[in-house]
């Protein structure tokens, strides 16, 4: 695909001139650039090749491991995915070779393996197939020995003290869960195999390995709970998660011209434009030709990789969208959502656009998260947070439920670490996500059935309400049990919950990690107290009611159908005993307290060594990424906008005294107060740049051990962050008085609405 516009085809190197001649600002270039843009022709032709047809082409799928993998070789490869089982070893080279030649055939000439390390991002090292042979020339060869493991360098990437720099030996492993895949590149394809990363010493060092043991843990501790209940048919429980992910899109001619978000993400600088998102429009409004054509770009990449995308829209914000997938087993969905932002990426790019993942890249208008619908399905197919047509008497769901209300109450606070990052922090409690502090939100229907459990009322049968429209040729409109609060960081949503507080730019391996592995240890804390309550005599039906009263009484504070950005929340919350993490700082120790430890360390899913490790690798990058922030504020200021501002003050004060010498005796007030207000501003913007550059320079210059990482970082959010704020509000302040020819950064009211 090529995209050119007017401008490119005229020089790539023009540059425009201004009345005077002088040469024009990036901006303004910027900005002629993209009111040029046409939208790219898409080559998605589903007439001749339906979604249906194209759908997982490019996966080593159970369709294609039917057809070229031998009837034994693929009932194992099954039994591993379907049961957990160990893949004999000695069947690996069958399954390599079925897979190099299926890649070959589709132009592939090197494989990798593909993981995620502990900074969040994917990885992947190319290997060719090729093998030097002097006799038989080239040989193409893919061992069983290459397809299960590999031998990365691992000195590079973070390990949190693991490993030292010195100590480089790692390994990937592959993981059959989910499955390889090709790659397509501008000139070829790689075979894709998605793996762990674990050091010599077998720690983990990437973020898929808790989550496939916090699987396991999850899967051996509701089968138990289960069990316990009278559900002996439940041999395995998987956890199903679609995450919906939320982006915006800004045209590169844009993203070029400020470096604040080629390097943070996010723009450090810029005023709130005159029209953000206050007249409610932009959301699921008519999505624009040139992002229509990127969106079904990337679906059609996503489908060929089998990444099941569902849904497609406006959000509120104005350049903001959405796409969300169908639900998927955890792992798969947590590789497919990585997947997913690498191809909206490369898509992007392909149409002119960068995609921002980040969760705050403008302040004023709505940020970006992501929603992680999440929920249990057992083995025969059921859905294990369905409530049924008579919720009250549904006990699975309701001893499930219980389970989930007292894991959140008990592990709030490590929920909220688990989504702690700096990009987060700026969203988290804004008037478009959820607070810092969590609960639950179960509707008024299901809280109903709490409350009478509780109370040990009868409840009525459901009965299927209908919304009438009031317009009689119009159908009736089912009524689902609950309304939706989108103030709440954990809603009940009909058959899952959402936890909505999870940052747009994450990886959800590890909020899932910990939700899984926290619900393992309440579904456990039910099995005893059922058991126990049975073994004294009881029969399980009154047991289980006597278990279910205890723990929703006990837990029922983490409940509240409200609205929770209402001061009146966080006094109620405050009052609950709710913890109010508001930041990476005070949320992130969580992880790394006793409590934490022990849950981990019980269920296999963290060495506390491992825990550690991740405690400090997220709190360094915290520092990291708000360093880069000061830096960039400090430099953005000082040689964008300074000289803008005093070009501006310049131009003034000549004015000022050309027209007193001109006309003698004229009131020039107003004028010498614009000057007075664009001087003082100037004054205050450069002394505001000082105090930022000495506390950088101070915190910089002190010699940081591993465990002064958190001194650090609360210095940074404590410190830096403020000072970085004052610079900023004082350039904004700028931006509303300089001239708008001299202004040199692409402004809000651009970016958001110029594509």
Known sequence: MTYTTHHEKRSKYHVSKNSNGAQANGRKQAVATVADRQPLTTSVDYASHPVNEIFG?????????????????????????????????????????????????????????????????????????????????????????????????ASSFPSGGIRSTFEARGYTGWDPSSPAFLMDSANGRTLCIPSVFCSFSGHALDVKTPLLRSLEAISKSTVRLLHAIGNKDVKRVNCTVGPEQEYFLIDEAFYHARPDIISAGRALFGARPPKGQEMEDHYWGSIRERVLAFMMD???????????????????????????????????????????????????????????????????????????????ADDQGNNLLEPGDDTQENLQFLVVLSAVIRAVDKYAKLLRASIATAGNDHRLGANEAPPAIMSIYLGDALTKVVDNIISGKAGDKKVGATVKSGVSMLPDILKDDSDRNRTSPFAFTGNKFEFRAVGSSQSVAMPNTVLNTMVADSMDYLADEIEKAVKNGGDLKTAISSVLVKTLSDHKRILFNGDNYSEQWHEEASRRGLANLKNLPEALPVLVEAEAKELFSRYDVFQEDELVSRY????????????????????????????????????????????????????????????????????????????????????????????????????????????????????????????????????????????
């Open 57 to 153: 082409a490019n996966v080593f799928n159970r369709q294609t491991m039917r057809a070229l993998l031998p009837k034994t070789v693929y009932k194992a490869v099954v039994r591993c995915l379907d049961h957990g089982e160990q893949l004999d070893p000695t069947m690996a080279d069958t399954v390599a070779n079925a897979m190099k030649d299926w890649a070959i055939a589709r132009g592939a000439t090197h494989f990798t393996h593909w993981f995620v390390p502990l900074h969040g991002y994917t990885a992947e090292k190319h290997d060719s197939f090729l093998v030097s042979n002097v006799d038989d020339g080239a040989v193409l060869e893919f061992s069983g020995k290459n397809l299960v493991q590999g031998e990365p360098d």
């Open 298 to 376: 990337a679906e059609h990449e996503l489908y060929r990789l089998g990444v099941p995308v569902k849904t497609r829209h406006n959000e509120v914000a104005p350049a903001q969208f959405e796409v969300a997938p169908v639900f998927e087993s955890s792992n798969l969905a947590t590789d497919h959502n990585m997947l997913l932002m690498e191809v909206f990426r490369k898509t992007a790019q392909k149409h002119g656009f960068r995609c921002l993942f980040h969760e705050k890249p403008f302040s004023g208008v709505n940020g970006s998260g992501k929603h992680n619908n999440w929920s249990l």
């Open 616 to 755: 400090h690798i997220l709190l360094e990058n915290y520092c990291k990424t708000i360093n880069v922030e000061s830096l960039l504020t400090s430099n953005i200021a000082t040689t964008m906008i300074l000289p803008a501002a005093i070009e501006y003050q310049t131009r003034l004060a000549t004015a000022i005294v050309q027209t007193k010498s001109a006309v003698s005796g004229i009131n020039l007030a107003h004028q010498e107060n614009m000057l007075k207000d664009v001087s003082d501003r100037i004054a205050r913007l450069r002394t505001a740049i000082e105090v930022l550059d000495m506390l950088r320079h101070e915190q910089r210059g002190e010699d940081h051990l591993d465990d002064e990482h958190t001194a650090e970082a609360r210095f940074y959010q404590q410190r830096v962050i403020p000072a970085m704020n004052e610079v900023r509000t004082v350039a904004d302040e700028l931006e509303l008085m300089v001239d708008d020819s001299l202004w040199p950064l692409p402004k809000f009211r651009e970016m958001l609405y110029i594509y």
